[in-house]
Nanobody
Framework: QVQLVESGGGLVQAGGSLRLSCAAS????????MAWFRQAPGKEREFVAA????????YNTDSVKGRFTISRDNAKNTVNLQMNSLNPEDTAVYYC????????????????WGQGTQVTVSS
């Protein structure tokens, strides 16, 4: 049974930083593209970033480029999201997701999802 468990969310002031982590189990982690999504109140879920099997490729949505960095540790089966220069528009529930690598890193067709962690940025 695949499990993805996020942690690290919380309340932070605008301009601050947070580091989210996602611990994966029940899958061969090295074979999966990992990603972060977010969903703000009243909005659809939005892709944030994805990372390839051995961190060779990263893919971010434009709104977080230069501020958010995705990384992974294949030895620990974890994927992280370092978020800097946070602003109130980043307030959302952040979800970790995984999909089997088929040659393409993208923002769609993720098979497994975590329960989410709340990030709130105050102005």
């Amino acid at each position: 049974q695949v499990q993805l468990v996020e942690s690290g969310g919380g309340l932070v002031q605008a301009g601050g930083s947070l580091r989210l982590s996602c611990a994966a189990s029940g899958l061969t982690f090295n074979n999966y593209v990992m990603a972060w999504f977010r969903q703000a109140p009243g909005k659809e879920r939005e892709f944030v970033a994805a990372i390839s099997l051995r961190s060779g490729s990263r893919y971010n949505t434009d709104s977080v480029k230069g501020r958010f960095t995705i990384s992974r540790d294949n030895a620990k089966n974890t994927v992280n999201l370092q978020m800097n220069s946070l602003n109130p528009e980043d307030t959302a529930v952040y979800y970790c997701a995984a999909k089997l690598y088929t040659g393409v890193i993208s923002s769609t067709q993720y098979a497994y999802w975590g329960q989410g962690t709340q990030v709130t940025v105050s102005s």
